[in-house]
């Protein structure tokens, strides 16, 4: 990628539509419209207002002929996406005329821009940071409100605004212990060692809060993995088709029919679920059998929530106890299905196993008793928390940062406390500072630049 160049992308997705947007970007941006663009007002090149939709054609310079009628809007720098010069033109929406403005466009000099180049731009003249950026694709990919609202907070800079408090904080510890460093034998007064250390402490803590945000914020990006497990024909599969509402697994009245593991995503109110059905769990499984339990054993561990189905209508068994064994201390809601058959035990046979879980009673077959399984999985996966009621983070290369420098804030508290001089204090600070520098961009490498911004579509 090289900055100086113009650069040029269709910026709205395949196929045939209402509106076709073709984006241009960089010192010649404004040049390439002067030579396209025909404006119906007949103003000059030099007249184009900023940040104003003008109506015009856009005509091949080789032959003079119209390839659309287009609507068009300049954005002078710094004022635009990029901070560059950007020209929008908005075309009619089919493919090929999209392809054919495009094709002008390229002759003009522009080059086709790479995946994430137009963000990546932003990123570099400083209109946005790298928490900001990568927020740009989480609002892309946003497959809930929960996931919209955090993304959409994270983009209006909610994070980079904490981070940057925080970083601050850690820069004015960092001037105290480098002042005393430099001047303990000019008989000046510093601030006490006590008050450094719960500085440090607070950043420490609050820090903390974020990293202890991941799961929360992780979910409602990627939405709450939910695998189902139970012993052989209890109605996992029947369960499965019923929250997506359809048909998606073969259910048979024998067991062990699912033999792997079945991964689908459903709605439930304002957040995705990503629901796993799963082989029964058995003692003495055939050995096809085997594989599809060791299948669900990996699934049980990914999860964020076992879904423990349990059939009230059949005796407990071993199969039930093997069941609950594995669920160990994972969370948890419980289910009795096949509420629609006589019941032969009751609850409090696995009080042991159910500890302060209410279990659900529900049948698969008729949905009855399903809006309060619904209702569960919601408040497991929102915690509780109302859609924008605190800050979350949402990727793991922030938790990793995150977590390293709280640990090496960890460590500066602890030095102070034994008495360790301030040099070795001051390069644990600046190790924390440099974690939360990578995390908004202050420091960083290429190749994570290539990765994240690698992983943004075309165009944006």
């Known amino acids: 990628m090289k900055p100086s160049d113009t650069i040029t992308a269709i910026a709205t997705p395949p196929g045939e539509g209402g509106v076709g947007i073709i984006r241009i970007s960089g010192k010649n941006a404004l040049g390439i419209a002067h030579k396209l663009f025909h404006p119906a007002s007949g103003l000059s090149p030099q007249e184009f207002p900023t940040q104003k939709v003008l109506f015009g054609e856009i005509r091949d310079p080789d032959t003079g002929q119209c ?29 090929w005329i999209t392809a054919k403005i495009l094709a002008l466009v390229l002759q003009q000099g522009a080059r086709l821009a790479e995946p994430g180049e137009f963000t990546r731009r932003a990123f570099t003249y400083g209109r946005l940071d790298l928490t900001q950026a990568e927020a740009v694709a989480d609002v892309i990919e946003s497959a809930s409100d929960q996931a919209l609202n955090s993304a959409l907070s994270q983009l209006k800079g909610g994070l980079s605004r904490r981070l940057n408090t925080l970083h601050q904080n850690l820069l004015n510890v960092q001037a105290q212990l480098e002042a005393s460093i430099d001047f303990s034998e000019d008989g000046l007064t510093f601030q006490s060692q006590e008050a450094t250390q719960i500085q440090i402490q607070q950043v420490e803590k609050e820090l903390n809060e974020l990293v202890l945000s991941f799961r929360q914020g992780r979910i409602y990006r990627e939405g709450m993995r939910v695998t189902l497990v139970g012993k052989p024909n209890v109605g996992k599969s029947s369960l499965l088709n019923a929250l997506l509402q359809e048909d998606r697994a073969i259910v048979t009245p024998i067991a062990g029919t699912t033999r792997d593991t079945l991964e689908e995503r459903a709605r439930i109110k304002d957040i995705h679920i990503v629901i796993i059905d799963s082989a029964g769990l058995r003692d003495n499984p055939e050995m096809i059998e085997e594989q599809g339990i060791q299948r669900t054993r990996a699934a049980l561990e990914k999860a964020d929530l076992a879904l423990v189905v349990f059939d009230a209508s059949q005796p407990l068994d071993d199969n039930d106890k093997l069941l609950m064994q ?85 460590k500066a508290s602890t030095s102070l406390k034994d008495g360790y001089s301030e040099e070795l204090v001051a390069v644990d600070v600046t190790l924390a500072m440099e974690h939360l520098g990578a995390v908004l961009g202050k420091t960083f490498e290429e190749d994570l630049l290539d990765k994240i911004f690698g992983q943004f579509c075309i165009g944006k």
């Open 326 to 410: 594995e669920v160990v201390d994972k969370p948890k809601i419980v289910v009795f299905n096949k509420s629609d058959l006589p019941s032969t035990w009751q609850s409090d046979q696995i009080q042991s196993f159910l500890a302060e879980e209410k279990p659900l009673t529900l049948s698969a077959k008729t949905l009855d008793g399903f809006n309060p399984l619904k209702e569960a999985l919601h408040q497991k996966a929102t915690a509780g928390q109302r859609s924008g009621e605190s800050l979350v983070i949402t990727r793991e290369r922030h938790r990793d940062h995150l977590q390293k420098a709280a640990q090496s804030l960890q």
């Open 67 to 95: 390839a659309d009628e287009v609507l068009l809007t300049f954005f002078k720098a710094p004022k635009s996406y990029t901070a560059e010069d950007v020209i929008e033109i908005n075309s009619h929406g089919g493919s």
